[in-house]
Protein backbone atom coordinates (compact mmCIF):
# COMPACT_ATOMS: atom_id res chain seq x y z
CA UNK A 1 0.00 0.00 0.00
CA UNK A 2 1.23 3.64 -0.75
CA UNK A 3 1.24 5.42 2.02
CA UNK A 4 1.74 9.65 2.64
CA UNK A 5 2.47 10.96 6.10
CA UNK A 6 1.37 15.09 6.95
CA UNK A 7 3.73 16.30 9.69
CA UNK A 8 4.03 19.43 10.92
CA UNK A 9 6.97 19.73 14.10
CA UNK A 10 9.46 17.25 14.92
CA UNK A 11 8.34 13.59 12.92
CA UNK A 12 9.26 11.46 15.75
CA UNK A 13 6.38 9.45 14.31
CA UNK A 14 6.87 9.55 10.94
CA UNK A 15 10.52 8.20 12.16
CA UNK A 16 9.20 5.20 14.10
CA UNK A 17 7.03 4.45 10.86
CA UNK A 18 9.84 4.75 9.03
CA UNK A 19 11.62 1.81 10.81
CA UNK A 20 8.71 0.08 11.96
CA UNK A 21 6.35 -0.17 8.50
CA UNK A 22 8.27 1.48 5.92
CA UNK A 23 9.76 -1.40 3.04
CA UNK A 24 7.87 -4.15 5.13
CA UNK A 25 4.23 -3.91 5.28
CA UNK A 26 3.73 -0.60 3.18
CA UNK A 27 5.79 2.49 1.33
CA UNK A 28 6.08 5.76 2.69
CA UNK A 29 5.77 7.69 -0.82
CA UNK A 30 5.57 10.95 -0.01
CA UNK A 31 5.65 13.13 3.36
CA UNK A 32 3.89 16.49 3.30
CA UNK A 33 4.13 19.55 5.74
CA UNK A 34 2.56 23.15 6.58
CA UNK A 35 5.94 24.42 7.32
CA UNK A 36 9.22 24.20 5.18
CA UNK A 37 11.45 24.08 7.94
CA UNK A 38 9.53 21.51 9.83
CA UNK A 39 12.49 19.21 11.20
CA UNK A 40 10.59 15.90 10.38
CA UNK A 41 11.19 16.65 6.90
CA UNK A 42 14.72 15.59 7.43
CA UNK A 43 13.92 11.57 8.58
CA UNK A 44 11.92 11.72 5.53
CA UNK A 45 14.61 12.93 3.75
CA UNK A 46 17.26 10.95 5.14
CA UNK A 47 15.05 7.86 3.86
CA UNK A 48 14.69 8.90 0.21
CA UNK A 49 10.99 10.04 0.23
CA UNK A 50 9.93 12.65 -1.38
CA UNK A 51 9.01 15.60 0.63
CA UNK A 52 6.81 18.84 -0.22
CA UNK A 53 5.82 21.73 2.13
CA UNK A 54 2.53 23.93 1.88
CA UNK A 55 2.57 27.04 3.32
CA UNK A 56 -0.54 28.51 3.96
CA UNK A 57 1.05 32.12 2.99
CA UNK A 58 1.39 30.70 -0.86
CA UNK A 59 -2.49 29.82 -1.39
CA UNK A 60 -5.37 32.32 -1.49
CA UNK A 61 -7.48 30.18 1.49
CA UNK A 62 -6.58 26.98 3.58
CA UNK A 63 -9.18 25.07 1.32
CA UNK A 64 -6.73 26.02 -1.95
CA UNK A 65 -4.40 25.06 0.11
CA UNK A 66 -5.72 21.60 1.09
CA UNK A 67 -6.45 20.91 -2.50
CA UNK A 68 -2.93 21.44 -3.96
CA UNK A 69 -1.88 18.63 -0.96
CA UNK A 70 -4.21 16.20 -2.10
CA UNK A 71 -3.68 16.87 -5.87
CA UNK A 72 -0.17 16.18 -5.15
CA UNK A 73 -0.78 13.08 -3.00
CA UNK A 74 -3.50 11.65 -6.04
CA UNK A 75 -0.65 12.25 -8.11
CA UNK A 76 1.61 10.35 -6.23
CA UNK A 77 -0.73 6.92 -5.54
CA UNK A 78 -1.38 7.40 -2.26
CA UNK A 79 -3.90 5.42 -1.15
CA UNK A 80 -3.54 6.17 3.03
CA UNK A 81 -2.86 9.30 4.92
CA UNK A 82 -1.36 9.03 8.08
CA UNK A 83 -1.40 12.82 10.07
CA UNK A 84 1.88 12.45 12.56
CA UNK A 85 1.26 15.78 14.31
CA UNK A 86 0.28 17.74 11.82
CA UNK A 87 -1.30 20.68 13.49
CA UNK A 88 -3.55 22.22 11.16
CA UNK A 89 -7.10 21.68 10.59
CA UNK A 90 -8.15 19.65 7.01
CA UNK A 91 -10.71 21.36 4.82
CA UNK A 92 -13.66 19.18 4.44
CA UNK A 93 -13.33 18.74 1.03
CA UNK A 94 -9.58 16.91 1.73
CA UNK A 95 -11.54 14.77 3.75
CA UNK A 96 -14.16 13.53 1.75
CA UNK A 97 -11.43 12.91 -1.01
CA UNK A 98 -10.01 10.36 1.21
CA UNK A 99 -12.84 9.58 3.05
CA UNK A 100 -11.84 6.31 5.82
CA UNK A 101 -8.22 7.22 4.97
CA UNK A 102 -7.18 9.56 6.89
CA UNK A 103 -5.39 7.76 10.34
CA UNK A 104 -4.83 10.52 12.84
CA UNK A 105 -2.73 9.58 16.09
CA UNK A 106 -3.24 12.00 18.84
CA UNK A 107 -1.85 12.19 22.79
CA UNK A 108 -4.82 11.97 24.73
CA UNK A 109 -7.45 9.12 25.49
CA UNK A 110 -10.60 11.02 22.93
CA UNK A 111 -12.87 11.97 23.06
CA UNK A 112 -11.39 14.16 26.43
CA UNK A 113 -8.84 16.69 25.42
CA UNK A 114 -9.31 17.25 21.48
CA UNK A 115 -7.51 19.90 19.83
CA UNK A 116 -4.45 21.21 20.40
CA UNK A 117 -1.87 21.48 23.82
CA UNK A 118 -3.87 17.78 24.80
CA UNK A 119 -1.13 16.55 27.12
CA UNK A 120 -0.84 20.32 28.62
CA UNK A 121 -4.85 19.92 28.95
CA UNK A 122 -5.37 16.44 30.49
CA UNK A 123 -2.60 18.01 32.95
CA UNK A 124 -4.09 20.84 33.95
CA UNK A 125 -7.42 19.06 34.98
CA UNK A 126 -5.84 16.69 36.80
CA UNK A 127 -6.46 13.26 35.31
CA UNK A 128 -4.49 10.38 36.60
CA UNK A 129 -4.68 8.19 33.83
CA UNK A 130 -3.20 9.38 30.42
CA UNK A 131 -3.31 7.73 27.13
CA UNK A 132 -2.98 7.58 22.83
CA UNK A 133 -5.60 7.35 20.57
CA UNK A 134 -5.32 6.35 16.77
CA UNK A 135 -8.76 7.25 14.91
CA UNK A 136 -9.90 7.80 11.39
CA UNK A 137 -10.49 11.47 10.70
CA UNK A 138 -13.73 12.97 10.15
CA UNK A 139 -14.84 16.78 9.80
CA UNK A 140 -14.89 17.40 13.77
CA UNK A 141 -11.73 18.22 15.34
CA UNK A 142 -10.42 14.43 16.22
CA UNK A 143 -13.44 12.96 16.90
CA UNK A 144 -13.37 10.30 14.02
CA UNK A 145 -13.91 6.57 14.98
CA UNK A 146 -11.45 5.47 17.03
CA UNK A 147 -9.37 2.48 15.88
CA UNK A 148 -6.74 1.86 18.73
CA UNK A 149 -6.25 3.82 22.58
CA UNK A 150 -3.25 2.75 25.02
CA UNK A 151 -3.79 3.98 28.77
CA UNK A 152 -1.29 4.84 31.19
CA UNK A 153 -1.71 5.78 34.84
CA UNK A 154 0.73 8.52 35.84
CA UNK A 155 -0.83 9.35 38.79
CA UNK A 156 2.16 11.60 40.34
CA UNK A 157 3.26 13.81 37.29
CA UNK A 158 2.46 17.19 36.83
CA UNK A 159 4.68 18.22 34.26
CA UNK A 160 3.07 17.84 30.63
CA UNK A 161 6.67 17.59 28.92
CA UNK A 162 7.58 14.57 30.97
CA UNK A 163 4.19 13.08 30.63
CA UNK A 164 4.11 13.98 26.27
CA UNK A 165 7.60 11.92 26.53
CA UNK A 166 5.69 8.92 28.37
CA UNK A 167 2.94 9.15 25.61
CA UNK A 168 5.00 9.48 22.57
CA UNK A 169 7.16 6.20 23.35
CA UNK A 170 3.44 4.65 22.89
CA UNK A 171 2.68 6.42 19.88
CA UNK A 172 5.11 5.12 18.20
CA UNK A 173 4.31 1.29 18.94
CA UNK A 174 0.45 2.63 18.60
CA UNK A 175 0.60 4.31 15.06
CA UNK A 176 2.25 1.63 13.39
CA UNK A 177 0.34 -0.88 15.18
CA UNK A 178 -3.13 1.21 13.24
CA UNK A 179 -1.63 1.74 9.82
CA UNK A 180 -0.80 -2.24 9.82
CA UNK A 181 -4.17 -2.96 10.66
CA UNK A 182 -5.69 -0.58 7.54
CA UNK A 183 -2.91 -1.93 5.25
CA UNK A 184 -4.28 -5.29 6.08
CA UNK A 185 -7.68 -4.00 5.04
CA UNK A 186 -8.34 -5.34 8.80
CA UNK A 187 -10.54 -2.28 9.71
CA UNK A 188 -14.59 -2.21 9.41
CA UNK A 189 -17.39 -0.45 10.91
CA UNK A 190 -20.01 -2.19 12.81
CA UNK A 191 -23.33 -1.95 10.73
CA UNK A 192 -25.11 -1.22 13.92
CA UNK A 193 -23.06 1.94 14.89
CA UNK A 194 -21.25 3.45 12.30
CA UNK A 195 -19.28 5.30 14.61
CA UNK A 196 -17.77 2.08 16.03
CA UNK A 197 -14.73 0.21 14.18
CA UNK A 198 -14.70 -2.81 14.38
CA UNK A 199 -11.12 -5.15 13.88
CA UNK A 200 -11.23 -8.31 11.71
CA UNK A 201 -8.93 -11.05 13.31
C1 LIG B 1 2.43 13.77 18.73
O1 LIG B 1 2.50 13.63 20.12
C2 LIG B 1 0.99 13.73 18.27
O2 LIG B 1 0.19 12.92 19.05
C3 LIG B 1 0.61 15.17 18.37
O3 LIG B 1 1.74 15.88 17.93
C4 LIG B 1 2.90 15.15 18.29
C5 LIG B 1 3.83 15.09 17.11
O4 LIG B 1 5.05 14.52 17.47
N1 LIG B 1 -0.56 15.45 17.58
C6 LIG B 1 -1.57 16.21 17.99
O5 LIG B 1 -1.58 16.79 19.06
C7 LIG B 1 -2.72 16.32 17.01
N2 LIG B 1 -3.86 16.91 17.60
P1 LIG B 1 6.13 14.12 16.38
O6 LIG B 1 6.28 15.31 15.43
O7 LIG B 1 7.38 13.89 17.17
O8 LIG B 1 5.67 12.88 15.67
Given at each position: MRIAVMLSGRGTNLQALIESVHGFDAEIVAVASDHEDAPGLRHARTANILTRSFELDQFERRAARDNAIADWLDENEVELVVLAGYMALLDDSFIARFRDRILNVHPSLLPAFPGTRAVEQAVAYGVKVFGVTVHLVDEGIDSGPILLQRSVELPGYSDPTEVHQILQAIEHELLPEGVRLMVRGAVGR??????RLIIEP
Open positions: DPANPQ
